[in-house]
């Protein structure tokens, strides 16, 4: 048979030398081994204390976006809903009225966006199809939960916080990311 | 009125003496819960229990607690008195043992001679081997107990382990007899702190080689817990143990360990006696104190070596125990044995 690496090696099979057959050098090879790793760096994260670092590209929770007055941008189009694979995304828009200028960027917003973490696959497929650059995954994974309804996050949950008003939460929700 | 005569002050003396080694043996027992989580961890890079206090120092009474907590079952087809039996005869055994071994020399307070041995009996091996040899009841009676034919099946085979160990253990013991001439566990430590004698490791290396492997063995540690294989076997002989009996079979097994590490520390390795240290020229007091400190350090060695093994040796097959034991340990043990007396023979003449 045609070897698929060159790695093989071949098995021996002869029969033990009286030395090896006592085993004990075995066991002491063995023990000297293990006794070696008592001193060696542990590779552990002790996770609350500290945190791994994320890749630049990690994709964590969402955020929906604010622009520069603090005024939501989604629109409410519907395409994130429409990218997303596992369906997790459901939303209801609404007119702006006279006097929301402030509150919201264009003349259409939702009253209600709804995210499914259980669902979510955090493929980040939404924030490619967002055309007002209104969500984008950050750095944040979803946290522990005792019951399903906690991880449908609500508008509330997902929006950033007013950058004029508060501006340590906005950039603690914005991160490291630009 | 002779019950008057009677020396009620040693009577007082030996109660404390029992109190205090009894306690400081479960608290090893506890600690070595601990140690073997650790060691464990170390040798395979990881930090351990680090939650429970500094350093995770609280984790067995965290243990401790939480096997108290869990729901206690026994089985309605086990026979009642006997399943509780199992348990309790496991512990007995294993703390009755540390009641002839010598923690010390001897400590002088308020004009009294106190020795640092519950009872110094002249056949002290042979008490320790006969009250080891009962541990096989406490497997044997809480496997059949149960009910089950995995725990008993769990118990023969546990049992037959024992036993089988105990003859090469036995035998390798005759040997360092033969060079001492007692059975006195103080006798045999006194000799060898005597000027001009060596440990009997020097004189006994191979019996103390096949000692330790069948000590191994008859503490049911790796490589030969077959008793209690976990994850292939089914567990063994407490299969159906739950809550603190089940902590109970764990606690014994952990004393068993302390207390084969105390005999080998004993037998082979001086006991108390300091290297290259003469004790009787310190005040007997502080000659005690370091003795009972040197033991301990031995014992720590020994206890890390057991689980310094555990994490390194795979488990054994079951007929590669027995063929080890009787066929390999035996007559390794008997050969031992006739040339030591040969030896001894030829230099007395």
């Not at chain 1, 955020?63 to 995304?89: F, H, Q, S, W, Y």
């Not at chain 1, 609500?154 to 906005?170: A, F, Q, R, V």
């Not at chain 2, 159906?240 to 004993?266: H, P, Q, R």
Request: charged share 20%.
């Amino acid at each position: 048979m045609q070897a698929l690496t060159n790695r093989g090696k071949e098995v021996e099979r002869k029969p033990m030398s009286f030395w090896e057959s006592l085993y004990l050098p075995g066991i002491f090879k063995g023990m000297a081994i293990t006794f070696s790793h008592l001193f060696k760096k542990k590779p552990t994260i002790h996770y609350p204390e500290q945190k791994r670092e994320f890749s630049p590209v990690f994709r964590g929770l969402h955020v929906l976006n604010r622009d520069e007055e603090g005024r939501e941008n989604c629109t409410a189009c519907g395409l994130c809903a429409v990218a997303c694979p596992a369906e997790a995304i459901t939303m209801e828009g609404a007119e702006r009225m006279p006097g929301e200028e402030n509150l919201y960027r264009e003349e259409k917003y939702a009253a209600k966006y709804e995210i499914n973490m259980l669902r979510c696959i955090f493929c980040g497929l939404c924030e490619e199809a967002c055309p007002k650059d209104a969500i984008y995954l950050s750095e944040t994974f979803a946290p522990s939960d005792f019951n399903r309804k906690g991880f449908i996050y609500k508008k509330e949950d997902l929006l950033i916080p007013d950058k004029n008003t508060d501006p340590e939460g906005y950039a603690k929700a914005r991160g490291s990311k630009k | 009125m002779t019950l008057l005569a009677f020396d009620w002050i040693l009577l007082i003396e030996k109660f404390v003496l029992i109190a205090i080694i009894v306690s400081v043996s479960l608290v090893i027992a506890m600690y070595e819960t601990y140690a073997e989580r650790k060691v464990a961890a170390f040798l395979q890079d990881r930090p351990g229990p680090n939650r429970a206090g500094p350093f995770g120092m609280l984790q067995p009474l965290a243990d401790g607690l939480k096997l108290f907590m869990k729901e206690e079952i026994i089985p309605n087809t086990s026979n009642k008195f006997l399943f509780i039996l199992g348990p309790c005869l496991a512990m007995l055994t294993a703390m009755m043992t540390c009641a002839v071994i010598p923690w010390g020399s001897h400590l002088e307070l308020f004009g009294r001679h106190i020795d640092l041995q519950i009872a110094d009996i002249n056949i002290g091996i042979l008490y320790v081997f006969g009250v080891v040899s009962m541990g096989v009841y406490g497997i044997m009676i809480g496997g059949w107990a149960s009910n089950n034919k995995f725990s008993l099946i769990a118990a023969l085979r546990g049992a037959s382990q024992v036993i089988s160990y105990e003859l090469a253990m036995g035998l390798s013991l005759i040997a360092l007899l033969m060079l001492t001439g007692s059975l006195s566990l103080r006798t045999i430590v006194d000799q060898q702190m005597a000027p001009g004698h060596l440990w009997n490791i020097v004189y006994q290396p191979l019996g103390f080689l096949i000692f330790l492997v069948c000590a191994f063995a008859e503490c049911n540690r790796t490589p030969f817990d077959l008793p209690e294989a976990e994850n292939e076997l089914n567990f063994g002989y407490h299969q159906e143990y739950s809550s603190m009996k089940l902590g109970f079979y764990l606690f014994a097994e952990y004393i068993n360990m302390f207390i084969s590490s105390v005999i080998m520390a004993t037998l082979f390795f001086g006991g108390y006696d300091i290297p290259f240290l003469d004790e009787s020229t310190l005040n007997p007091n502080v000659a005690a104190l370091l003795g009972g400190a040197a033991l301990f350090l031995k014992v720590v060695f020994f206890i890390f070596l057991f689980m310094w093994v555990r994490w390194t040796v795979p488990r054994f097959r079951y007929d590669q125990l027995m063929d080890l034991g009787w066929k390999k340990l035996i007559p390794l043990a008997l050969a031992n044995m006739v040339v030591t007396g040969a030896v001894i023979l030829w230099l007395k003449k």
